[in-house]
């Protein structure tokens, strides 16, 4: 099974800043690669499809780039409402793992 | 609306079973992939299992493999997961969520691979 561990596991960040998450896969994923946010008692939702490929109705201070093993989430100029936990997950190969989860808290 | 809605969770005996159900809304049910995933209390989501369109494919995590069967039945919008031998590690919040597919130049593909629409869950507890 290909194992997503993301880092850092734990973000403090401030309103403004710009914060990058990292996803890496212990096996290729190619681009098979989304990205989830999920906010507490909520069901996640998704950003980005395909590592690059930015869901509808995402605002667009949200990117993802990478292929292969490593992966990156970056949101710019924070909100907010942007403070949440982030999950990372491969689809390229059955289980389709997630990582264990960033949660992004107010400094 | 394009929504999903899970039902049936409910606290059960280790040992037991339960089967939780998910039924769709706005959008051709048919068309599209199905997945479970579940979360545990304070902790991350674990991908569990997935129905192709047709209900001809399905996969499982190792976790569940053995012990969980998926389903879906077309004519009621709605997936299923069966779910056999639980233990306290499947006290969980179980979501449904649907592959959108995509269309590009021309062609319609049931799988982008990834999961647009959530359902809000629904709570498994597993304790005597």
């Known amino acids: 099974d290909v194992q997503m561990t993301q880092s850092p596991s734990f973000l403090s960040a401030s309103v403004g800043d710009t914060v990058t998450i990292t996803c890496r896969a212990s096996?290729?994923?190619?681009?098979?690669l989304n990205w989830y946010q999920q906010k507490p008692g909520k069901a996640p939702i998704l950003l980005i499809y395909?590592?690059?490929n930015l869901q509808s109705g995402v605002p667009s201070r949200f990117s993802g780039s990478g292929s292969g093993t490593d992966f990156t989430l970056t949101i710019s100029s924070l909100q907010p409402e942007d403070f949440a936990t982030y999950y990372c997950?491969?689809?390229?190969?059955?289980?389709?793992?997630f990582g264990q989860g960033t949660k992004l808290e107010i400094k | 609306q394009v929504q999903l809605v899970e039902s049936g969770g409910d606290l059960v005996k280790p040992g037991g079973s339960l089967r939780v159900s998910c039924a769709a809304s706005?959008?051709?049910?048919?068309?599209?992939?199905m997945t479970w995933i579940r979360q545990a209390p304070g902790k991350g989501l674990e991908w569990l299992s997935y129905?192709?369109?047709?209900?001809?494919?399905?996969s499982y995590a190792d976790s569940v493999k053995g012990r969980f069967t998926i389903s879906r039945d077309d004519s009621k919008n709605s997936v299923y997961l069966q779910m056999n031998s639980l233990g306290g590690d499947d006290t969980a919040v179980y979501y449904c969520?649907?592959?959108?597919?995509?269309?590009?130049?021309?062609?319609?593909?049931?799988?982008?691979?990834?999961?647009?629409?959530w359902g809000q869950g629904t709570m498994v507890t597993v304790s005597s």
């Open positions: 969520a649907r592959d959108p597919g995509y269309c590009s130049g021309g062609r319609c593909y049931q799988r982008l691979d990834a999961l647009d629409i």
């Open positions: 706005g959008f051709n049910f048919s068309d599209h992939y």
């Open positions: 129905i192709s369109n047709r209900g001809t494919t399905t």
């Open positions: 096996q290729s994923s190619s681009t098979y």
């Open positions: 395909g590592a690059s």
């Open positions: 997950q491969q689809s390229y190969r059955t289980p389709n793992s």
